[in-house]
């Protein structure tokens, strides 16, 4: 499967690219930075699956491939914080406005985050069952297994990622100027 850190870095660093080349810069401007550590977390989400599978391994012996990739990676679970920020377009926090963010644009970032999560499972390692319980049909390229490097190209994606989003960040934002 992909690395933890690939999927935080990729959510990340999309939402990155988002903010910087799509938003408008009046909404540029007043991006607040938490959003990018909130999809950060969300990229990672769906695989909270495998501390379910620790607590009832120990309880009741499933094993890992009956619990992680089933329900947290199917689209039902972006679906469900994407409906959240539809359901809270209106909903005003003063706390939230403290920091400048908004509950919808939470969920919806939530609902990108988790929802990259299954297309890098889906097109990287393995597969996953997009509509299970539903129906077991599964996706799945499994891109890594054909690159002749199985075993190394996971952790020189992160590498690449990383290193690539650095010198991103000190062009475009001079990131060195605040360390
Ligand atoms: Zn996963």
């Known amino acids: ?52 599978y620790w607590i009832l391994n120990l309880t009741s012996g499933l094993t890992l491939t009956e619990i992680h990739r089933t329900f947290t990676h199917t689209l039902f679970f972006p679906a469900i ?10 909903v005003k926090s003063k706390f939230l406005a403290r920091h400048k963010m908004k509950l919808h644009t939470i969920f919806f970032i939530i ?35 054909l690159t002749p490097w199985p075993d190394t190209i996971l952790p020189a994606i992160d590498a690449i990622l990383l290193l690539a989003w650095l010198i991103h960040e000190e062009v475009k934002h001079k990131i060195s100027d605040f360390i």
Do not use: E, N
């Open 111 to 145: 609902a990108f985050g988790t929802f990259i999560h299954l297309v890098l499972d889906a097109t990287l390692s393995g597969y996953i069952m997009p509509i299970y319980p539903i129906a077991i049909f599964k996706i799945g390229l499994d891109l890594v297994k």
């Open 81 to 90: 914080f994407a409906i959240a920020g539809f359901a809270t377009w209106k």
């Open 1 to 52: 499967m992909p690395h933890a850190v690939t999927h935080v870095l990729i959510a990340i660093i999309l939402l990155d690219l988002i903010r910087d080349y799509v938003l408008k810069k009046k909404h540029r401007m007043k991006f607040p930075l938490h959003y990018l550590i909130i999809v950060g977390i969300a990229g990672l989400l769906p695989d909270i699956d495998i501390i379910v």
